[in-house]
Every structure is written in C-alpha cells, then in structure tokens.
C-alpha cells in the first residue's frame, strides 16, 4: 500500500522561505496528481495546489491565497513531491499534508491517501 | 470563490442515525468526497464520487446526492464515529478544489 511521509517543517521568520517534501512509497506515484492542503491549529482543512502527473505535463494550480508565493514540483525518480514556499506570512502557520489524487477513472479524483503532516510555524 | 457550506456541529446518541449536508452550486457537476479526521491525525477518505465506499469503511457509512446538496449519513452511530467531517469537490470548471468547513459530530 502506498504511503506518504512529510518533512521539512519547522519555524520560520515571517518573509521566509521553506521547502517541504513528501515522500511516497509504491510504484503508483509517478501516474498520480499530488495535492498539498493545510490546516491551522484548530481550523479546516484548505487545498493549497496540485501538480499532475507527467502525461498531464506536470500542470500545477494554486489556491488564490498562495499563488505567486508557493510552487510545488515533484521528482518521479524520487517518488518524492515538493512544496517550496517564499515570502511566508503568519497566516501561513499550520499543519501541510501531502495527498495524493486517485485516479478519475477509480475515484474520481479523490484525495485517496493522506501523508501524516509536517508543521510549519512562521513567527 | 467557490465555498461549500457546512453546519458546524451535529450531535446524535449512539445507535441513532447522523446526517451531516454539504451544499454548493457546482455539487450538481462535480463529484463530492467526505473526509473524516480524529484529534491529531490526518483526513481519511470514507466517500468518493459522491456514495461510492471504499474498502475498510463500515457499511453503516453511506453518501448521497441531490442537485446542489451531498448527504453523509452514519447509521447506528457509535463512539468510535466521534470525528470531523468534511466534504470536499471542485469548482464548476474543475480547475481548483475546496474543502468545507467541517462538521464536528458529536456522539452524546
């Protein structure tokens, strides 16, 4: 069964920089999207981005309230997707998780496999 | 933007019947998926495309879907279903996906 570890959080001054990864195990990684969504300390849950997978040429999407500061990239041969944030602000401060998107076919796309979390503390 | 409404609490004895609504204009479109998430974890899928179920899942776990409005219903509700819930799709273009707000079920 795949799995998905996060790493990279930690504190980080507010116009700062971070980059998270997300590690999967499995061979199904290389054919899914990966989704990254976050939640403050006691809030929902928010979607950040995607990126899709190489026969969708690697398309990334953002949430509005992070578009043109975070990008997310992924590395197939690592089966390992990344989360690079700049100019970080306190409301950025929350628990990421990584995702992974199911197909359309099976799921319709649904978040199907969740990572455990890294925190991220801008203060 | 797109936002999919939630009530924020629902409390029910155990053994009864839980239904937790999702509304959003695009519902009617797209695909809903429910989510549960217990104190200091991560989410867990329990629906997808709107009322399909998979493995693992308790049968008593069910989703529906009507027009702009999805349904997760918990029948025989038991302690262990104390969780947060949230529904989750895509706006109507499917260019972007949002969450709603969470329903905190409560099992009295």
């Known amino acids: 069964e795949v799995q998905l570890v996060e790493s990279g959080g930690g504190l980080v001054q507010p116009g700062g920089s971070l980059k998270l990864s997300c590690a999967a195990s499995g061979s199904t990684f290389s054919g899914s999207a990966m989704h990254w969504v976050r939640q403050a300390s006691g809030k929902g849950l928010q979607w950040v981005g995607r990126i899709s997978s190489k026969p969708k040429n690697y398309a990334t999407v953002y949430a509005a309230s992070v578009k043109g500061r975070f990008t997310i990239s992924r590395d197939d041969s690592k089966n390992t997707a990344y989360l690079q944030m700049n100019s970080l602000k306190t409301e950025d401060t929350a628990v990421y998780y990584c995702?992974?998107?199911?197909?359309?076919?099976?799921?319709?796309?649904?978040?199907?496999?969740w990572g455990q979390g890294t925190m991220v503390t801008v203060s | 933007s797109y936002e999919l409404t939630q009530p924020p609490s629902v409390s029910v004895s155990p053994g009864q019947t839980a239904r937790i609504t999702c509304s959003g204009d695009a519902l009617a479109n797209q695909y809903a998926f429910w989510y549960q998430q217990k104190p200091g974890q991560a989410p867990v899928m329990v629906i997808y495309?709107?009322?399909e179920r998979p493995s693992g899942i308790p049968e008593r776990i069910s989703g529906s879907s009507s027009a702009t409005t999805v349904t997760l219903t918990i029948s025989g509700v038991q302690a262990e279903d104390e969780a947060d819930y949230y529904c989750q799709s895509a706006n109507s273009s499917g260019t972007y996906w949002v969450f709603g707000g969470g329903t905190k079920l409560t099992v009295l």
């Open positions: 995702s992974r998107g199911g197909t359309t076919v099976t799921t319709g796309g649904a978040f199907d496999i």
């Open positions: 495309k709107d009322n």
